[in-house]
């Protein structure tokens, strides 16, 4: 039997109706009410039907996460936070793949007017340089909240990690273990999150005298492309030492590449990679990572934009809250 | 500048009026020249807008990809592979996870006799022991294919793989490798493509004589719960010495396991996947790995649901398409 609002009522000896509106995140209703109940209804596996719900209100009660890809264990992780905060509160989830395309986006965000959802959560793609779709979008008061790959220069929240200082921490590791040529890989330079990379390596470096070999390499969405960059630069007479991995799914790419060449990780070319994929440490050799807190991310981006819906788009303040990353050290860059 | 039809039609000596119909699957339009078309548009980078045609024709355009999770590399590429075929027709797609809940699976397609899609491409939960709420959607006239987690008893398109025959080539490889107490480490039951991988299992078993030994071990959603079953297993005093793993996450909890349990794979313990997995040949040691051609799944799937909608739901005769896996032998199961 399924768990109802009138279940977890009785247990906690609240009213049904104080119970129902914890869970729609009324203001009417206590912060310490509202985490009993959430809790409650966690324990008790309650699963709130979200059609019901907004037969009601005559509300869509969806929410959309737009995202440029989902082979990808950040973005794996990120909507599993999402959906538990917006499942909880009776939201539908929609996701949306742009697959690094601004046409895709554009075209996305459009039939977003029609009403099709309440509010999105987003992550730009690689080649969004701009941001009229999504501020015609903002503007017909459907709100947005961005994460990991936001658009600082829009007014509203976005939820990032401490790209700067985890790229500068990840460089100086390198340079620690006694790199001295270190490549950057990334992809596109439209994206905030990767210039604030970019700027902790090449500060890393500039502190350490070593900005002679400032190499950043740009790999794009092409997979083809990106071995043949890879495979360019550790031929050439200027082979780097150490390698930042910006993008998760270059590690299997420079595996193979390695492989294929010759090249020994870790005595020939120290690796790290920014990856939340959980089996970096039985990789051969394991992956030094930095991880993002991805899930936590998708919470903090959920209950944001949720909150935006509940009270009025217009009375939430823009912020932008940054959640530390987690470096764990291993044999790649030993 | 972006592709438009006007771009293709020149290019190919076509009227604006042909290449549009081609695009739009019309049954006017010949086979020959829909492929030549689609080549031309896929070459030129030609995206369509979803919004524009369904302002037109009053349809959604828009079909929903209903999957248990997201954190499987399964799934990631059958979508990428379900995309490729739907945004060449000018579709929409949304994903949905139902988290291996029935009761969500059941919220889920319920929205969607509101009109919000034409068409559901579906892989059940492992809950799904009733197929009442599919039914109905069907009746309504909203086309469903099932893909990898399928319905057998539902009469429309399944595309699966070949179950019982890569379990039954995988069971009988770990006995060639000297394996005598093989579990097969599985999820619900309730699936049909359990079914069949476990039945694969006992045949080799059964053809072997090693059927004193049959260990079907259930693990479900739950991960703590599934350690404890790993970790119940492997210290007890029949513990396997061969295993197949049929879901994906399974792996990292078992490399895991063994590293903690200092349980050597494979000369204490011989370990093989199902999974599609990219970086399987890399882990330490490299795992033996069966994997379903996802990407080509998604396509078929999607290719069969677009149609039944630009036909006629009733037109389209139910088919099951049983595509080859593929298996490959690595270290941790030599």
Known sequence: ????????????SLSVATVSKALADSHEISKETKLLVSNAAQEMGYVRNPYASSLRKGRSKTIAIVIPEIADSFFAEAINGIEEVALLQGYHVLIYLTHESLLREQAILQDFRSGRVDGILMSVSEETN???????????????????????????TCVVTDDFESSFIATNHLISKGCSKIAFMGNSINLAINRNRVNGYIEALKQNGLSDYQNVVICGKDKEISQQIFADLLSGPERPDGMILSVEKLSAMLYQICEDMMIDIPSQLKVLT???????????????????PAFQMGKVAATALLRKLSFNNTLAEPETVILPSVITFRKSTS
Chains 1, 2 share one sequence.
């Open 130 to 156: 701009d941001t009229e779709h999504i501020k015609t979008l903002m503007e017909s008061q459907v709100p947005v909240v961005f994460f990991d790959r936001v658009c600082e220069e829009l007014n509203t």
């Open 1 to 12: 039997m399924s768990t109802t609002i009138k279940m977890i009522a009785h247990k906690l």
């Open 274 to 292: 920014f990856t939340n994929f959980n089996m970096a440490q039985f990789l051969s050799p394991s992956l030094t990572t930095v991880k993002q």
